[in-house]
């Protein structure tokens, strides 16, 4: 048997450490960086069973050929007890196993610790408890797994990052990278490599390449075209897997090893399994958005595990744990891991072909719908991200989605459980009954595109081009600071409102029974005339200007009834526009959904075998290096 080292116990100096340190360690006491270390100002417990420090043995068990785990600490200072700990899924507090205890007396010298790990078939996390009697230092902590003689697998990664105009971000990952994995002593560091492809050509290539990192400057082909770069290198070069991780993400580089690490002890059951890290919130570090999503019927991607508070103990271990209930939703079956972290074997990128030119929405949940790899996910394996409603886009939520949803369908048969045009539907209603017709407008010219067929789809020029186009359409917000005055005009003063007034709904109908009936007339009434744009002549329950928020997802019917004025924010954005009704242009907007839906209908097998033959190219290597200017 050999020990593999397989997660440091992580402790940084990270805006991350200082805003959620429960991700790390729980303590009432100070735990700072030290010039040998990190010091624990005791006396006090340091619980260091957490979403970092914790090792997830339900998954380790699960993926990997290891046979039992170990726990490498050394300490210094005064006299300490170090205990392992358990938690399993009803678990909300950590349970030391005093037989584990080891005892450790003051000391100027490090002393090392070493308990070999137990735990039952119902724990999901161990961890490990430092009793201090006085200040502690700590240094060199790890878990290991033991794994037959030549079990070791040989890795080589790449991580491959595509950026556009994120100087400040990238150049930060970079040198996270050469510093603490390139620079490292690790065995990751001699099996690494970085690929950043610069998409917006603004970064200085020859200063940043060099030593295991190399900057390749690409034309605007969206993240869809540079993770195909990312891809092409990766074919050409040793390299046995190519993590994929967006450029505006905040990383450490400890997720980084425990993937490299998991790789080199992965069963064959999982051997080409994808690695999917979770997104954390960038503005709330220990919020775990998600770290596997599905497609569903309508046709929205979806977290795969609901929202989990990572600071709490209890959350870590469900996470660990959850399993959804296929029986009641088969629809989950659809998964696909997101390219902000996504690491994938190169073998199965030979196999199934390149990624579609998409240039956004799509392209990673398609990759992932049509390759159905096993995914292997877990505590400690994540980036930080800006939520994505901090950052909602009309030309991809409206247009790119309306094309692209259609087009992955029909090119590689993803998602068959799916209706694209149920979700496309519900945004037309929304954006109408809203008086967003700018916003509308996308969703018929993302349909129109997907109309034109694969050949001109395939075309090198039109993802870059069609993407501008629609930025260039989408409904134009304004500074707060502009739309102040107009605002008043319309009678809506900002001055006397807040945030929670735009996300306010009233209701439709009024009190007890009566007050119900009339409501699911008035919401009938809504959604089959638009918002009165159809037919009828809605007057509102209460005032005649609507507030809302100024995204696709917002749709308050109780405050749009009826009314001929919406003010909507962007509260994030501190920006917000004045719409006013406009019954013909509602309508004629409406009529050409209807037709372009008819198209689809009318025309989609013939279009679905168009798009079927055109796969083979579209996915191909050759096709690859001539859209990116590489043959």
């Given at each position: ?36 270390g990190?010091?624990?100002?005791g ?47 009803y ?41 201090a ?22 890795v ?91 450029d ?5 580089p ?23 890290g ?13 770290n ?11 977290s ?27 629809d ?15 073998s ?18 398609e ?81 129109e ?39 008043k ?8 409102l ?35 744009q ?98």
């Open positions: 048997m050999q020990k593999v080292r397989i997660a440091n116990v992580l402790l940084e100096e990270t805006r991350q450490y200082r805003t959620a340190p429960a991700l790390y360690l729980r303590t009432t006491c100070a735990a700072e960086e030290a010039e040998e990190w010091r624990l100002s006396p006090g417990t340091f619980d260091f069973t957490t979403f970092f420090n914790g090792l997830s043995v339900i998954k380790y068990d699960r993926y990997t050929t290891a046979r039992s785990y170990h726990l490498h600490l050394e300490l210094k200072g005064a006299a300490a007890r170090v205990t392992q700990t358990c938690v399993d899924t678990d909300y507090y950590s349970r030391p196993q005093e037989k584990t205890r080891v005892d450790v007396a003051a000391s100027d010298e490090w002393v090392p610790v070493d308990i070999e790990l137990s735990y039952a078939p119902t724990d999901v996390i161990v961890g490990f408890v430092i009793e009697e006085g200040e502690v230092l700590l240094r060199n902590g790890y878990y290991a797994a033991s794994v037959e003689d030549g079990a070791v697998r040989e080589e990664l790449a991580l491959s990052t595509t950026t556009f105009k994120k100087e400040s971000y990238i150049t930060h990952n970079i040198d996270l990278v050469r510093e603490q994995i390139l620079g490292g002593d690790e065995a990751i560091s001699q099996h690494f490599r970085m690929y950043v492809i610069d998409n917006g050509r603004t970064l200085d290539a020859a200063a940043l390449s060099g030593d295991g990192v190399t900057v390749y400057p690409n034309r605007n082909v969206g993240g869809a075209g540079g993770f195909a770069y990312g891809m092409l290198l990766a074919q050409e070069q040793d390299v046995t897997h190519v993590l994929m991780m967006d505006d993400v905040e990383v450490s400890e997720s980084i090893k425990r993937t490299y690490n998991l790789l080199t002890i992965v069963n064959d059951e999982y051997a080409d399994a994808f690695v999917s979770a997104m954390m919130n960038y503005d709330e570090p220990d919020i775990h958005w998600e596997l999503g599905f497609m569903t019927y309508n046709g929205v991607c979806k795969l595990k609901p929202i989990f508070r990572m600071s709490l103990l209890h959350d870590c271990a469900t996470c660990e744990a959850f399993e959804p209930a296929e029986d009641l939703y088969p989950t079956k659809q998964r696909y891991a997101a390219w902000w972290y996504c690491c994938i074997p190169v199965t990128i030979r196999e199934n072909g390149m990624p579609l030119p998409l240039f956004v929405r799509f392209d990673d949940a990759y992932g719908l049509r390759c159905k790899p096993r995914f292997m996910n877990m505590n400690g394996i994540c980036i930080w991200h800006l939520a994505f409603f901090m950052r909602y886009s009309a030309a991809q939520e409206r247009y790119q989605t309306a094309r692209n949803g259609l087009v992955i369908q029909a090119t590689t048969g993803v998602a068959p459980d799916t209706d694209f045009l149920v979700e496309l539907d519900l945004g037309m209603r929304r954006e109408l009954s809203k008086f967003n017709y700018a916003d509308a407008e996308l969703i018929c010219e993302g349909l595109d997907y109309l034109r067929g694969p050949e001109w789809f395939a075309q090198r020029d039109v993802a870059e081009r069609r993407f501008m186009d629609a930025n260039r359409s989408k409904e134009r917000l304004l500074p707060l600071s502009e739309l102040a005055e107009l605002a005009e319309v009678g809506v003063d900002f001055d006397r807040r945030a929670d007034d735009f996300f306010r709904d009233i209701p439709l109908g009024g009190q007890g029974v009566a007050g119900r009936l009339a409501g699911s007339f008035n919401r009938r009434l809504f959604e089959s005339s638009l918002n009165g159809l037919f009828g002549d809605l007057k509102p329950i209460e005032g005649k200007v609507a507030l809302v928020e100024a995204t696709g997802w917002s749709y308050p019917m109780g405050a749009l009834f009826g009314v001929d004025t919406v003010v909507a924010v962007n509260i994030q954005l501190k920006a917000g526009v004045i719409r006013h009704r406009d019954n013909e242009r509602g309508k004629a907007l409406w009529q050409r959904y209807q037709q372009d839906v008819k198209r689809c209908q009318s025309e989609g097998p013939e279009l679905k075998r168009r798009y079927a033959a055109a796969r083979p190219l579209l996915t191909s290597v050759d096709y690859w290096k001539r859209y990116l200017d590489l043959d």
